[in-house]
């Protein structure tokens, strides 16, 4: 069975001040869930602080990004073991406003991946078409493509107990979700080259789906059977509606 998790992408959204009572917020609540692995990714200066409050919770920390390299000349980034000091134990890597605005393809994604998995951090890693690619049909390629940059660079074991965040772009941010079928059959797709390349790996494989994910669509969302949880941007920074999406997965 795998476990469904929720995990909060917060961006870059927040202040000492703010933060500090979005993760008190949830941490209040966190008795009302049992089953979900709850993960917040806040920014990263407030990282140590949002660890310092959920500690003793079972809410777990995890970072935006990460960089491929473990140490040096690297202005601007931050190193897995660095994420570990303060306290991260999950990185998003290849979200695609990272892909998109900040130029980062298949190749460094996949070394982003492996810096995280060779130190200790667990990826969360994203994948999506856009609109366009929608349109012309080639969805599955293209998700295929971002998984396969993974898999030549690490093997199709480095995904065991691995997450996948399926976010389609033109979902994200836009209030235009996924309907359940149009996620389930992504999943499905993922899940079914996973299982071609190892079936155990696939089973144990977590896929999120993420793009305006709420509390409103999460339960018909998450109740497919390949959907094994959310990555949530703007309904996780309310502690109220995040805890709500928590809970619908259950
Ligand atoms: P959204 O963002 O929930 O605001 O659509 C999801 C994400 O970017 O991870």
Aim: hydrophobic letters at 40%.
């Amino acid at each position: 069975m795998r476990q469904v998790m929720v995990a909060g992408n917060w961006k870059m959204n927040g202040s000492s001040e703010s933060v500090k009572e979005l993760i008190a917020g949830i941490k209040d609540g966190m008795a009302s869930v049992t089953k979900a692995e709850v993960v917040v990714c806040p920014p990263a200066v407030y990282i140590p602080r949002v660890s310092g409050v959920a500690d003793g919770s079972a809410i777990k920390v995890g970072s935006q990004n990460i960089c491929d390299e473990d140490k040096g000349a690297f202005t601007g980034e931050i190193s897995a073991d660095m994420l570990k000091d303060i306290g991260c134990e999950y990185a998003i890597v290849g979200h695609s406003e990272r892909r998109a605005l900040y130029g980062e393809s298949d190749e460094l994604v996949a070394k982003r991946f492996a810096a995280a998995r060779r130190n200790g951090i667990k990826p969360i890693f994203c994948i999506g078409e856009t609109l366009e690619e929608r349109e012309s049909g080639v969805t599955n390629d293209v998700c295929s493509r971002q998984i396969d940059a993974v898999i030549a660079l690490e093997g199709v074991e480095a995904l065991t107990d691995g997450v996948i965040a399926y976010e389609p772009v033109w979902a994200i941010g836009t209030g235009k979700v996924a309907t359940p079928e149009q996620a389930q059959d992504v999943h499905a797709f993922i899940r079914g080259k996973i299982a071609a390349l190892n079936a155990d790996v696939a089973e144990g494989l977590r896929i999120l789906y993420g793009g305006s994910m709420n509390a409103g669509n999460a339960k018909d969302l998450i109740g497919q059977t390949d959907i094994d949880g959310g990555l949530i941007g703007g309904a996780s920074l309310k502690a109220e509606d995040f805890l709500a999406i928590c809970q619908a997965a259950e």
